[in-house]
C-alpha cells in the first residue's frame, strides 16, 4: 500500500477572498518527496456527521527543485463534499496526512515553446509548468484568465513572467481572450495544457481541434469529474447491493451523487485514469467515458463511477 504523508501547516495566506494558500511542510521537517511540475497531493479530509472521511487532490503550486515545502491554494466551494471548507478551517501548526505528490498532468513539449492556459483556480499547476520552464531556461506562452485582477489568485506573480498575458475581462465578454487567436494553428510538437472550470477547458479544447490540434498535442488537468458533453441530462442509479437509487444530476457525476448521499466510494483519481472506482454494470445502457478500460472491459460490464454516465434514464450498478 502506498505510504503516507504526514504534514503540518506551516504558512496560511488568503489569496483572494475564495482562495487560500496553504505551504505544507513534513511533520518532522525533511524534504518532501520530489514531484515533477503538474503533480498533486491528495489530502484526507476526515469524515463528518453527514458523510465518510474523502480524499481531495489539490495541484502543487510550486516546482520540486529547491522545494522545502508543499504549497497548495485552494478555492472554496460552498456547494461542494466538504473538502474546500474543511481546508479553509485550517489553522498554521494544524495537522494532516496526504497522499504523496502524483502527476496525472505532466508538462510535455519542454522545447518547443509549450502553450499554457489557466482560469480561475486552474492557475495552481500552469503556474508550477511556467516556473519549472523559467527555472530551466526553456520559453513557452503563458495566459491566465479570471474576471478581475482582485479575484485572480498569484495575479501579480503571473504578471512577472516572461511570456505571460492576463486577462481580466471585468464581466465584458468582448475583453475576455481571444481563444483562436492565442491558440493559433497547430505547430509540430508544441503542447498546448490548460487548466481552469470545465467550460473555459471545453472551449479550449473544442477550438484547439477546430484549428486542427491533434488529440496527442492536447492536455488538460480536471478535478471534478469528466467534461461535461452536449446533451448530458439527469439519471436514475440502483446501487444493487447496497440496495440504494440515487439521482445523478447533468452536471453530477455518479461518484459525486453517492458521496452527496453520505456513502464512501473506493476512488482516486477522478478522472477516469486510474480504475480504481470501477463498478459492473447489472442493468442499463452506459456512456462510457474513462481512458483506462478497454473496449473489452466495457463490453464486460466494467464501468467508471468517477466519469461515466448512463445514456438513458436508469443504469442499474453492483454496488
Not at 14 to 39: H, M, S
Not at 76 to 81: A, K, L, P
Not at 243 to 272: H, K, N, W, Y
Request: glycine share 10%; hydrophobic share 40%; with cysteine.
Amino acid at each position: 500500500m502506498e505510504s503516507t504523508l504526514a504534514l503540518h501547516v506551516r504558512h496560511i495566506e488568503t489569496l483572494t477572498p475564495r482562495v487560500r494558500k496553504l505551504v505544507l511542510g513534513l511533520a518532522d521537517d525533511a524534504p518532501p518527496p520530489a514531484y515533477e511540475a503538474g503533480a498533486h497531493i491528495e489530502l484526507h479530509v476526515p469524515g463528518t456527521a453527514n458523510a465518510g472521511p474523502l480524499h481531495r487532490a489539490y495541484s502543487l503550486v510550486r516546482p520540486s527543485a529547491g522545494a522545502n515545502a508543499l504549497e497548495i491554494a485552494v478555492q472554496i466551494e460552498e456547494n461542494g463534499s466538504g473538502g474546500s471548507r474543511w481546508v479553509h478551517s485550517l489553522q498554521s501548526g494544524d495537522t494532516l496526512t496526504a497522499n504523496p505528490p502524483r502527476n496525472l498532468f505532466p508538462l510535455q513539449g519542454q522545447q518547443q515553446r509549450p502553450l499554457l492556459l489557466a482560469a480561475g483556480i486552474g492557475i495552481t499547476p500552469i503556474l508550477c509548468m511556467a516556473l519549472e520552464l523559467d527555472r530551466q531556461g526553456l520559453a513557452h506562452e503563458m495566459h491566465y484568465v479570471a474576471r478581475s485582477r482582485e479575484l485572480a489568485a498569484y495575479a501579480g506573480e503571473v504578471e512577472a513572467l516572461a511570456g505571460a498575458t492576463c486577462w481580466f475581462d471585468e464581466g465584458d465578454p468582448s475583453r475576455g481572450i481571444p481563444l483562436p487567436t492565442v491558440i493559433g494553428p497547430p505547430i509540430a510538437e508544441r503542447h498546448l495544457h490548460v487548466c481552469g472550470p470545465k467550460p473555459f477547458i471545453a472551449a479550449v479544447l473544442d477550438t484547439a481541434r477546430q484549428l486542427g490540434w491533434p488529440e496527442e498535442q492536447l492536455h488538460c488537468e480536471l478535478f471534478t469529474g469528466a467534461l461535461a458533453a452536449q446533451g448530458d441530462r439527469a439519471f436514475e442509479v440502483e446501487l444493487k447491493d447496497s440496495g440504494l437509487t440515487l439521482s445523478v444530476a447533468a452536471d453530477q457525476t455518479i461518484l459525486e451523487a453517492m458521496e452527496s448521499a453520505g456513502l464512501d466510494p473506493l476512488f482516486d483519481c477522478r478522472r477516469g485514469d486510474c480504475g480504481i472506482c470501477v463498478a459492473r454494470v447489472l442493468g442499463g445502457d452506459a456512456d462510457h467515458r474513462d481512458i483506462c478500460l478497454s473496449a473489452r472491459e466495457h463490453e464486460a460490464g466494467n464501468f467508471c463511477i468517477c466519469v461515466s454516465r448512463a445514456r438513458g434514464e436508469r443504469l442499474v450498478l453492483a454496488l
